[in-house]
């Protein structure tokens, strides 16, 4: 019996990240291959569109966390 594996880096994320002019740190880039091993969709698998879908996601919940940490600040 023949089996195949397909594997993404970290490179793969921060490649994709530069192309749509997004600078993340190999941490985040990390984060963010672990995610999308964690949750992505064996029916549709992984691909470059969804790399920038959990990139773009990535990039929003950050957004939005430094948000609330300014609120939070800013009540202090």
């Known amino acids: 019996m023949k089996t195949i594996s397909i594997k993404w880096s970290t490179d793969d994320v921060l490649g994709t990240a530069e192309s749509m002019e997004?600078?993340?740190?190999?941490?985040?880039?990390?984060?963010i291959l672990d995610e999308l091993e964690?949750?992505?969709?064996?029916?549709?698998?992984?691909?470059?569109?969804?790399?920038?879908?959990?990139?773009?996601?990535?990039?929003?919940?950050k957004k939005e966390f430094e948000n609330a940490d300014n609120i939070?600040?800013?009540k202090n």
């Open 22 to 31: 997004i600078e993340l740190t190999e941490q985040e880039a990390d984060k």
């Open 38 to 61: 964690r949750c992505h969709d064996a029916e549709l698998g992984i691909n470059w569109l969804v790399i920038e879908s959990y990139i773009e996601d990535f990039i929003q919940a």
């Open 72 to 74: 939070i600040k800013n």
